[in-house]
Structure formats: C-alpha cells, structure tokens
C-alpha cells in the first residue's frame, strides 16, 4: 500500500509540482491550500507524512505543526522561504522533524520525505520495555511515560529515547547520534541534534535547565542516567 503524503501549501505551482513528482515516486499524495483545510485532512485520515509550509494564509505552518504534533507522532518536514537558523530551530522545537528550505530541489525533498519515512519505522513491535530514572518505553505499543505519566514523542524523540535508554550510563558521541538516528542526511548537523536533545528534556525532564535523565557529556555526547 502506497505511503500518503499530505502537502499543506498555498502556492498552486510549488504544491502541484510536490504532488507530481511524489507521485512519480509511488507515493499517494493529498493537497490542502490552507492550515485549517490541512488539519482536517490530517484529521480526517492520518498521514504517513506531512510536508508543511509554514507561511500559510489564516491558521499559520506554525500552529499546525503545534497542533499536529500535540494530536500524533506524524513525520513533519517543513517548507519555508526563510534560511534563518532561528526560523529553522523554532520549527524544530515545536514539533517538525525535519527542514527544507525554498527555493529547493524536488530531488532534495523526495529524499528527506524517504528519510523520515524510514527513521518513523526503525522500531520494529516486540514484546519489550526499556526504563530508566523514571522514564519508560513499552515498544510494542509504542507508548512513552515518565513517573507513569504518558507523554507524547514525535518519530524522532521515540529513536533518541529508546538509543539512550538502551545504553544507560554509556557516553554516545554526538557523531554517534547523529548517525543513528539520522542515517547518511548530510544535511544534519550537531547544532540539529542538540535542539532535539533540548526538547526532548522539555519533555521527560522535572526541570529542563538541570537535566537528571539526559546528561550532557561536554565535548563529546551525552548519556542516560544509570
């Protein structure tokens, strides 16, 4: 069954050039022009994907990343005119797993959609548990809580907790990181990695500005608390 792509963008020739050459992939693909039309079709049928512009006309890129986010772990990629690194961290702390910024090539986004699309499945469903400090995973459902209270982690986080939590009390090197949960993306980097380390404390952490669980190491990496 063809992977559903969800395109949210209001420029006609950008969001019918995505949707042909995802197409051409073998990808299933549905437009929505605005935010709110967006919502309702991620609502309505959950994608696989989502590729989201966020300077969109009445409800922004932003607050449907938020909103999708806090709703289901759906891999984001967002589309945005702006290169500022600010621009790129605030998405990424909101919620998306990934970048793309325009003008770019299609061949480019193809290959980030195949990206998060594979780092969303890496978790294969058994019958395990893995816990730490307080923090627990149950694989098989794919179920996250912290002092038994459920959290909600996107495909990226999901991949970041479970390495760690794997590795209790082991150092992993950023480069380490980077090349596990991101693969071969050249387009990764260390700073990329730290913004989800930051929010990923945001999350399982009593007090994110003094982590207890996700230690960092200076220099090298980072680890779980044994």
């Known amino acids: 069954m063809s992977k559903r792509i969800l395109v949210i963008e209001d420029d006609p020739a950008i969001a019918d050039g995505l949707a042909y050459a995802l197409e051409r992939e073998g990808y299933a693909v549905e437009v929505a022009r605005d935010g709110e039309a967006g919502l309702a079709a991620a609502r309505a049928r959950v994608p696989d994907a989502v590729l989201l512009d966020l300077m ?18 759906v891999p984001i990629l967002m589309l945005t005119a702006r290169g500022e690194e600010e ?3 605030r998405g990424l702390e909101i919620g998306a797993d990934d970048y793309v910024t325009k003008p770019f090539s299609t061949r ?3 290959a980030r ?18 816990s730490g400090a307080g923090v627990s995973l149950d ?10 209270v459920p959290v909600s982690l996107s495909p990226k986080e999901w991949s970041l907790l479970e390495l760690l939590l794997r590795n209790k009390g082991r150092v992993l090197t950023r480069d380490l ?43 090298v990496g980072y680890k779980f608390a044994a």
């Open 87 to 89: 621009d790129r961290v």
């Open 139 to 148: 694989i098989s459902r794919r179920e996250a809580a912290v002092d038994g």
């Open 113 to 130: 959609i195949g990206a998060v699309l594979r780092r969303a499945g890496t978790v294969e469903a058994g019958d395990e548990r893995l």
């Open 56 to 73: 969109l006309p009445g409800v922004s890129g932003w607050a449907v990343c938020r909103a999708l986010r806090q709703e289901s772990g």
């Open 177 to 219: 990181l980077l090349e596990r949960i991101w693969g071969e993306d050249q387009y990764m980097d260390r700073g990329t990695l730290d913004v989800h380390i930051r929010w990923l404390r945001q999350k399982i952490e009593r007090d994110p500005a003094q982590p207890e669980r996700i230690l960092t190491v200076r220099g």
């Open 108 to 110: 480019e986004v193809i």
